[in-house]
T-cell receptor
Framework: EAGVAQSPRYKIIEKRQSVAFWCNPI?????LYWYQQILGQGPKLLIQ????????DSQLPKDRFSAERLKGVDSTLKIQPAKLEDSAVYLC?????????????FGSGTRLTVV | GENVEQHPSTLSVQEGDSAVIKCTYS??????FPWYKQELGKRPQLIID?????GEKKDQRIAVTLNKTAKHFSLHITETQPEDSAVYFC????????FGAGTTVTVRA
């Protein structure tokens, strides 16, 4: 079974620039999550999709972050404009079960550095 | 929303000794409790999980216990080895996966 694919692996940008991350979940997984992991902290959920609908985006800074999951498969997360505090690893995860069923698989993440 | 607290934040043990990490959660509706191991620069990897209808689960040197009444759950690693050195995260799930802050475990040879 192929894993969750993410790209790019690393990205360095200047503050106020924009950046986009891509995630391809495991085939057939209906639920997709984007997490932000700041160095030394646990992952924080930014947004959760069920197919192509948003289930939870309560912790997504909507003034600068946006995410979409067209056709219920791939997803992109965008930051515009970036701030220094956005430096983190952005993890994508998917699961075959909705809500709290478990079976979460994480991608390798994108490490973003904002300078 | 769910709030997961994890202690200690760092843990240093001698090889062969046991390590215990404790977590509490706030939402009594949470029904699934996974534990993840994350090595430096790598993705979180599920090492064990427990559901709310079970009090204890064991897998070789790793065990997890759950006290639903107290809203506590713990990870126990016995006979620790250097390769157990990593950051461990507890998590609780109601409809979303909420993580604790992590415990950095160092196993001294």
């Amino acid at each position: 079974e192929a894993g969750v694919a993410q790209s790019p692996r690393y990205k360095i940008i200047e503050k106020r620039q924009s950046v986009a991350f891509w995630c391809n979940p495991i085939s057939g997984h209906a639920t997709l999550y984007w997490y932000q992991q700041i160095l030394g902290q646990g992952p924080k959920l930014l947004i959760q999709f069920q197919n192509n609908g948003v289930v939870d985006d309560s912790q997504l800074p909507k003034d600068r972050f946006s995410a979409e999951r067209l056709k219920g498969v791939d997803s992109t997360l965008k930051i515009q404009p970036a701030k220094l505090e956005d430096s983190a690893v952005y993890l994508c995860a998917s699961s075959s079960l909705s809500g709290g069923g478990g079976g979460y698989t994480f991608g390798s993440g994108t490490r973003l550095t904002v300078v | 929303g769910e709030n997961v607290e994890q202690h200690p934040s760092t843990l240093s043990v001698q090889e062969g000794d046991s390590a215990v990490i404790k977590c509490t959660y706030s939402d009594s509706a949470s029904n699934y409790f996974p534990w993840y191991k994350q090595e430096l620069g790598k993705r979180p990897q599920l090492i064990i999980d427990i559901r709310s209808n079970v009090g204890e689960k064991k897998d070789q040197r790793i065990a997890v216990t759950l006290n639903k009444t107290a809203k506590h759950f713990s990870l126990h690693i016995t006979e620790t080895q250097p390769e157990d050195s990593a950051v461990y995260f507890c998590a609780a799930v109601f409809y979303k996966l909420s993580f604790g802050a992590g415990t950095t475990v160092t196993v001294r040879a």
